[in-house]
């Protein structure tokens, strides 16, 4: 009976907008300083004379919705409601609403910051205002460059709350009210919930509670406002982010509505922090930014916004773009590892790598491209990418990929503050790779998270990039471009169990039958998922027969149709990082044959490579990162893995790449 009350009251609606103020063309939202509110492009009165208590009579109220519009040229067509927090008592709009509007907008989303009345034990009213605000947006789409069908609700501690309420009790609209705002759904299509209330019952905020619901509210009504009861097959997909040491409102509040969501097979996606109890430490900081990034690559998962509106858009370019020269010199190398190669038509060769001028993986990383025109006899290092010198940002698991267009395609992830919720994925383009001197295109940066295995030209001709998120869900993801690297979107991921969770460094096969096989690092080794239906949904992660340490391998498709793998040691018994072995299989993996050694020794590791046009096959791989800094190749044919022999006149092991020298001592810990 309350249900069918909340459906009914939203119909009796005011039938005008009062506009308080509209810019001719949208307000900045770019500049400010972080603690500043921006100026929204519009304030529009909910109700501009009287306002909906929920239970038949109405007020005088002064509900604002403060409209932020992204530039024209950044829309996506996305929206969010957003609803700030403060116990059902106050609004905390300093920190949860016009610089989270402005953020969004950043990311081409409209942001719609909502002033709801404070209930004082009327539980209908905020979630009034929160319908009329999703009408207000959706009736307004046209005009906003906004998609009726992408618009959805954000809200942070009580904010979260009256969110998750919207999502759970709505509506499609009175097709015959006088108001046209009335006739519009007030559904969210989709949530992002940041430290939610989300249930009334024992594990709620006490505060909020009272004030929403009274002092002594009835069962009935504790059971309609928990909303983790009231989830149904329509309640929209969901993104939950919650600190495990939020005392205030526990985390059981999340937890228990993903698992409602899960329950009805609702996409939920649920990140969990290590700690910043409730408000994320002051919400600034690597932990607020955390849940920012990873509810965007979310909502590109989802198809809410592409994938390039994902990517921060404070990424900053790297600092240095040029000559490996001075103190990025070969000579100045304490760390040398992780190489990729790529081979062009024409036979000239590139190959990757990171360095150091310290002995670590550490902020003073950054990438070395390095070409050979005499078949790997000589190498000249032509280019060099630092994102900061000694600052607190690093480049570093770079790869190398010819794609179908004939360009080589040099990408890198960028770090911050050892942080990988700052990953993003950057490129060079080189248009010409049969010269050393190619024109190069900018660095962009094209996604969030790493790519360090080569992407793979699917059947249909889409290019599919394996990227992925660290220790998140759906990790090994896809992110696939159908109009040869112009635009990506995510379309899918496979997800290992937590407990098992590392750096995937996955890699992709399409099988003869058309389904996709994904390989994946773990803490055990190697864990495989197959998807049937392009890459869209995963099977979940699971240990794979081939024994291997944890660390990156390499497969591949070649020319005749075989598999290339390149791992450490014998097939089924797992070894440590030693005893590179090339294997070949001619049954799309079922089964494996030969086995030809190519570097026994302790230290070796992270084999990349390709075949040529002729047939012949180069790997690539380190040797002693910060020891004898070694970036070593090799090259053999199909038949040399099949006989395991090493005295044919194609095999060449140990070829010298690059050997770095000199550098300092380890950095201290930033």
């Known amino acids: 009976m309350l249900r069918y009350a909340i459906r009914r009251l939203t119909f009796r609606l005011c039938p005008l907008l009062v506009l308080l103020t509209f810019l001719t063309a949208p307000a900045a939202v770019g500049g400010e300083d972080a603690g500043e509110s921006p100026d929204p492009a519009a304030r529009i009165l909910l109700w501009p004379d009287t306002a909906p208590v929920g239970d038949g009579t109405r007020e005088k109220a002064e509900t604002v919705l403060s409209i932020f519009l992204p530039p024209r040229e950044k829309a996506t067509g996305a929206a969010i409601v957003i609803c700030p927090g403060g116990g059902y008592m106050r609004l905390v709009l300093s920190r949860e609403g016009p610089v989270v509007a402005k953020w969004l907008a950043e990311h081409g989303i409209a942001g719609a910051v909502l002033e709801y009345r404070m209930p004082d034990g009327r539980p209908f009213v905020p979630l009034l205002d929160a319908q009329r605000a999703i009408r207000v947006v959706r009736s307004n789409a046209e005009a906003w460059q906004i998609d009726p069908k992408r618009i959805g609700i954000m809200g942070f501690s009580a904010g979260g709350h009256l969110a998750s309420t919207a999502g759970t009790h709505f509506d499609a609209g009175d097709p015959q009210a006088d108001d046209p705002i009335d006739r519009q759904s007030c559904r969210p299509d989709f949530m992002v919930l940041v430290y939610p209330v989300v249930t009334m019952r024992e594990k709620t905020h006490g505060g909020s509670k009272k004030n929403l619901l009274g002092p002594d509210p009835k069962p009935e009504l504790v059971a309609l406002f928990s909303n983790e009861e009231q989830v149904t097959d329509q309640t929209p997909p969901t993104f939950l982010a919650h600190a495990k040491d939020d005392v205030a409102v526990p985390p059981e509040n999340s937890r228990a509505l993903r698992d409602a969501l899960k329950a009805h097979g609702i996409p939920v996606e649920y990140l969990e922090l290590p700690e910043g109890g409730h408000g994320l430490f002051g919400c600034k900081g690597p932990l607020w930014e955390a849940w920012k990034a990873q509810s965007l690559e979310w909502m590109a998962a989802q198809g809410i916004i592409p994938?390039?509106?994902?990517?921060?858009?404070?990424?900053?370019?790297?600092?240095?773009?040029?000559?490996?020269?001075?103190?990025?010199?070969?000579?100045?190398?304490?760390?040398?590892?992780?190489?990729?190669?790529?081979?062009?038509?024409?036979?000239?060769?590139?190959?990757?790598?990171?360095?150091?001028?310290?002995?670590?993986?550490?902020?003073?990383?950054?990438?070395?491209l390095s070409t050979s025109g005499d078949d790997g006899e000589t190498w000249n290092e032509v280019l060099v990418v630092d994102p900061d010198a000694d600052g607190p940002r690093r480049a570093f698991d770079p790869e190398l990929w010819l794609a179908p267009n004939g360009k080589l395609r040099w990408s890198w992830?960028?770090?911050?503050?050892?942080?990988?919720?700052?990953?993003?994925?950057?490129?060079?383009?080189?248009?010409?790779?049969?010269?050393?001197?190619?024109?190069?295109?900018?660095?962009?940066?094209?996604?969030?998270?790493?790519?360090?295995?080569?992407?793979?030209?699917?059947?249909?001709?889409?290019?599919?990039?394996?990227?992925?998120?660290?220790?998140?869900?759906?990790?090994?993801?896809?992110?696939?471009?159908?109009?040869?690297?112009?635009?990506?979107?995510?379309?899918?991921?496979?997800?290992?169990?937590?407990?098992?969770?590392?750096?995937?460094?996955?890699?992709?096969?399409?099988?003869?039958?058309?389904?996709?096989?994904?390989?994946?690092?773990?803490?055990?080794?190697?864990?495989?998922?197959?998807?049937?239906?392009?890459?869209?949904?995963?099977?979940?992660?699971?240990?794979?027969?081939?024994?291997?340490?944890?660390?990156?391998f390499f497969i591949r498709r070649l020319a005749s149709g075989n598999l290339l793998l390149v791992k450490h040691g014998p097939l089924y018994q797992k070894t440590g990082r030693s005893h590179l072995t090339a294997y070949l299989s001619k049954d799309d993996g079922a089964t494996w044959q030969g086995g030809l050694l190519l570097d026994e020794r302790g230290g070796v590791s992270y084999p990349d490579g390709q075949q040529d046009r002729n047939g012949l096959i180069r790997v690539i791989y380190d040797f002693s990162r910060t020891g004898e800094r070694l970036i070593l190749m090799v090259s053999f044919r199909e038949d040399d893995v099949l006989s395991g022999r090493t005295d044919s006149e194609s095999v060449r092991l140990r070829r010298l790449v690059s050997k770095g020298t000199g550098g300092r001592e380890k950095a201290p810990a930033r």
């Open 413 to 552: 992830s960028d770090r911050t503050g050892g942080d990988s919720k700052t990953d993003g994925l950057w490129t060079i383009v080189l248009a010409d790779p049969e010269s050393a001197q190619s024109p190069r295109s900018e660095p962009e940066c094209i996604a969030t998270g790493v790519m360090m295995c080569k992407p793979l030209v699917l059947s249909t001709g889409e290019w599919a990039l394996p990227v992925c998120t660290w220790f998140t869900e759906q990790s090994s993801k896809m992110i696939v471009s159908a109009d040869a690297g112009k635009t990506w979107s995510i379309r899918g991921g496979a997800t290992a169990p937590k407990e098992v969770r590392l750096f995937d460094e996955h890699m992709f096969i399409e099988r003869k039958n058309g389904s996709l096989w994904v390989l994946s690092r773990t803490k055990y080794g190697i864990g495989e998922a197959v998807s049937t239906d392009r890459g869209a949904t995963w099977t979940d992660l699971k240990p794979s027969k081939l024994q291997h340490p944890s660390a990156r």
């Open 307 to 368: 994938q390039e509106a994902a990517v921060a858009s404070q990424s900053v370019p790297p600092e240095y773009v040029g000559a490996p020269s001075g103190p990025r010199a070969v000579t100045n190398r304490a760390f040398t590892g992780i190489p990729s190669m790529a081979v062009t038509p024409g036979g000239r060769l590139w190959a990757t790598w990171y360095a150091g001028p310290t002995p670590a993986e550490d902020h003073n990383n950054y990438v070395v």
